[in-house]
């Protein structure tokens, strides 16, 4: 828990953070909903596969011939699936290297309040996802573990921003919906190292 002091010089008595309001309390319900009752998206993909064959050897294709349309379809997705792996793969690169990783610690040190912290990320995530989806995911992510090592913004702009900036990546969703993963960052950040300010 972070603890705040009071500004008239009276350091004997820690200040509670604010609650959260209505709107945080329903967001933060509806994902352990979720969490509980949402299967893993692998499921999604097998059941629809298993209906699409059951749809198609009821109209008269044999399960061989069902088999054999599959096996063809998915390897025909190679190409695409090697062009997102370069955008991911290209955008990390980008964004880990080390003068991006200057501006990531200086634009980490910008906003004054969780709000305008928020609000920075979700700005820069659209602005950078203009140039490369790929280089605006890991950019972002990076942008909002930077800001959660600050350690002097509330504990919930980490998941917040990272839903903010993940706003075109279900996966950087998955890993915020995560409650098991602590908000708080103690210590060093596995990762690229921290650089010199």
């Known amino acids: 828990m972070i603890e705040q002091r009071t500004e ?3 350091d ?15 967001a933060t319900r509806s994902a352990a ?7 893993n998206t692998l499921v999604f993909a097998l059941l629809t596969v298993a209906v699409v064959a059951i749809a198609a050897m009821s109209i008269g294709s044999g399960p061989a011939k069902v088999a054999s349309v599959f096996g063809d379809g998915f390897w025909d997705l ?7 792996a370069m955008v991911a793969i290209g955008g990390y690169v980008v964004a880990t290297a080390r003068p991006v990783q200057r501006v990531i610690t200086r634009l980490a040190q910008v906003p004054a309040t969780e709000r ?5 990320v979700a700005a820069i995530s659209l602005t950078s996802a203009l140039l490369n989806w790929g280089f605006s995911l890991i950019f972002s992510a990076l942008l909002v573990r930077r800001l959660a090592e600050r350690g002097d913004l509330r504990p919930p702009i980490t998941t917040t ?7 075109s990546s279900p996966s950087l969703r998955e890993v915020c919906a995560d409650m098991s993963r602590p908000f708080v960052v103690r210590g060093p950040v596995s990762g690229p190292p921290a650089l010199d300010a």
Do not use: C, H, K, N
């Open 33 to 39: 909903v979720a969490e509980r009752w949402f299967p």
């Open 12 to 26: 004997s008595a820690p200040r509670q953070p604010p609650r959260d309001g209505f709107l945080a309390r329903a």
């Open 161 to 167: 921003s990272t839903v903010s900036a993940g706003s």
């Open 116 to 120: 305008g912290a928020v609000a920075m």
């Open 78 to 84: 190679i190409p695409f699936t090697m062009q997102m």
């Open 8 to 10: 008239g010089g009276d």
